[in-house]
């Protein structure tokens, strides 16, 4: 039996287990993986033998399913995803009863990407009124208002992605719209930026703004003007991200079915309209064996959780409660999971192998292209099993391969589930070796030193009361001289790492993946405009599909905080 952290005892006590009406919790950890494994093996004609599969696939927490599977499987309200696409039209009923369903979504615990980029610019006119519009950002600002107030009585914080074209003609202010702190908190943004695009500022030419309702040309500008500006807006506040739509749609699998023109919040997975999708991650700490002492990567284990997981997303799109009959149709149709990893950070440091170093990069290629190659095995034989998705025929796939599912893996943030697991955060490197951890709704700001850290180091007998003062007052052992190099190397923090190496993590793991991959590219404060410039432009020379950076301490509100700062 696992035994959880005090952290993750605290956040399933407070979001997770199932609570009588006046706030006392009614269930173990143990019982809520019991009712999941339940209902999400309700669909199977060997139902008590797959319940005691996923049973024993989740309390052994090998691997967990994004969270509105695990807060509300075999309860009322059965919605199961985390990640939604929906579409807005130039027209007020589109941009509210999207914003309903927004609402609805939200209060589920799902997560819901928006691209703004068919509704006419600010002041451009309003036939039935004669007025004059608001544009994209006014209506940014509402979503983000109603955000704000369904979280209050929602499961979770909704989460937002906003995206618009590069060719809008309020893109401007939309690369400005989240300058100041506070602005827009609810959503993640992103610009829509084509090939075209990155040609017109390499070749330093003019970029045309078309209004999407007139289809004329509104204003003509210099490409390499609008670059900088975002570039110089990501360096100060950390948004906009970018999303590069021609690779994204180089590999969308289903191109009958429509362009994809957005992903989820955190970008791990581009969608079409209505789609959604659910996630799951493999928690890779646990995919590891000791052979004469030395941690090897247990590729047996690891191919059967995959194949056990792969079946466990399916039968939740076979289960799941879903809110609108548009999303039920398009999500049945293409039946696509999310199928990544948490844990990537503690596997390198249990092995040895430095983050920032060619052995990791060639270590994730080696691992996620068995991780698709396993899920791609396992989503062909339920395809045997239970039929292929419906829209196969007229899929890329279908000259390759029989599956039951269009997509199969995507890298998510796991931002909560790892901290269930008690591990590192998806393929993120450790943030910092101690941190500030800023309460989640509400709760106190606790100080805390990283765990297996703090383990590994007692067990080399490196710990001391000076070791411990410099990493509570820095966050890092790279200063410490009495610590060896070796030991230095490993327990590289997300800020020590060359941004070089982090930009490597993404595209090895997006090699092999046909979703997307949430990665930040985390920099420390003195890192400079130039950097951010290079960063973003390697990226889509790397053919990433979308990129963000984060500069410490550029963002108003930030979860976890070195506590020098403090
Ligand atoms: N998400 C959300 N609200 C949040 C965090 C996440 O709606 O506060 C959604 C969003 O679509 C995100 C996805 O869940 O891209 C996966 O995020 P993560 O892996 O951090 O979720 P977890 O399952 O760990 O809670």
């Known amino acids: 039996m696992c035994i959880f952290s005090n952290n993750a005892i605290q956040i399933l006590e407070e ?3 199932l609570k009588r009406k006046d706030g006392s919790v009614i269930e173990t950890p143990q019982a809520l993986f019991k009712r999941v494994a339940k209902f999400v093996s309700s669909n199977e004609e060997k139902k008590s033998f797959y319940e005691a599969q996923f049973y024993e696939l989740l309390s052994s927490l090998k691997f967990l399913p994004n969270s509105p599977t695990l807060m509300n499987a075999g309860c009322k309200n059965g919605q199961l995803s985390a990640c939604f ?3 807005i039209e130039d027209s007020l009923e589109s941009i509210f009863t999207t914003l309903k369903n927004t609402a609805f979504i939200h209060q589920s615990g799902g997560g819901t990407g928006f691209n703004f980029s068919k509704l006419r610019p600010k002041d451009d006119w309003v036939i039935s009124t004669s007025g004059t519009s608001s544009g994209p950002i006014a209506f940014m600002k509402i979503y983000d208002a109603a955000t704000e107030q369904v979280k209050q009585g929602g499961k979770r914080r909704g989460a937002n992605m906003g995206i618009l074209n590069i060719d809008h003609p309020d893109i401007i202010d939309f690369i400005r719209s989240k300058s100041s702190k506070k602005a827009i908190e609810n959503f993640n943004i ?3 930026i084509t090939d075209v695009f990155m040609n017109a500022v390499i070749h330093n030419l003019n970029w045309q703004l078309v209004n999407p309702r007139t289809k004329k040309v509104e204003q003509t500008v210099s490409a390499k003007a609008i670059w900088k500006l975002i570039i ?4 100060s506040s950390g948004d906009p991200g970018l999303i590069f739509l021609d690779t994204i749609n180089k590999s969308n699998p289903t191109p009958k079915e429509g362009t994809m023109s957005c992903t989820n919040p955190c970008g791990e997975v581009p969608l079409l309209d209505y789609e959604s999708c659910n996630l799951g991650s493999i928690n890779l700490s646990k995919m590891l064996k000791l052979h004469n002492d030395i941690y090897i990567i247990d590729w047996k284990t690891l191919a059967e959780t995959i194949l056990l997981s ?15 009959p548009e999303i039920k149709a398009i999500t049945s149709a293409n039946r696509k999971i999310g199928l990544g990893v948490m844990g990537w950070a503690e596997l390198l440091i249990l092995l040895k192998i430095p983050y920032g170093s060619e052995d990791a990069i060639q270590l994730a290629e080696k691992l996620m292209s068995f991780i698709k190659k396993e899920s ?3 989503s062909e034989k339920l395809s045997i099993e239970r039929g292929t998705f419906t829209n ?3 899929s890329l796939h279908y000259s390759h391969q029989k599956l039951r599912n269009a997509t199969c893996n995507s890298i998510a943030p796991t931002g909560t589930i790892s901290v269930i697991a008690n591990t590192s955060y998806s393929i993120e490197p450790l943030f910092a070796l101690a941190y500030n951890r800023v309460g989640i709704l509400g709760r106190k700001t606790q100080t805390e030193i990283n765990a297996f850290f703090l383990q ?3 067990a080399m007998n490196l710990w001391s009361n000076e070791v411990e003062s410099e990493v509570i007052k820095t966050g890092s052992i790279q200063h410490i001289t009495s610590i060896p190099k070796s030991i230095k190397s490993i327990f590289q923090t997300s800020l020590d790492i060359p941004w070089v190496y982090h930009l490597k993590h993404q595209k090895a793991f997006q090699n092999h993946t046909d979703n997307a991959v949430s990665k930040t590219i985390n920099l420390p404060e003195t890192a400079t405009i130039q950097e951010v410039s290079d960063i973003y432009m390697t990226a889509w020379n790397l053919s990433l599909k979308g990129i963000t950076i984060y500069r410490y301490g550029s963002k108003g509100h930030q979860v976890l905080q070195k506590c020098s700062l403090n």
């Open 15 to 17: 979001r997770y287990l």
């Open 85 to 87: 696409v929906l579409p």
């Open 190 to 192: 992103s610009v829509g």
């Open 232 to 235: 110089k807006e990501a360096w």
């Open 310 to 324: 792969i079946r466990f997303l399916d039968n939740i799109i076979s289960v799941n409660h879903y809110l609108l």
């Open 376 to 378: 791609y095995k396992a």
């Open 392 to 394: 196969w025929k007229g």
């Open 456 to 458: 590994k180091m007692k």
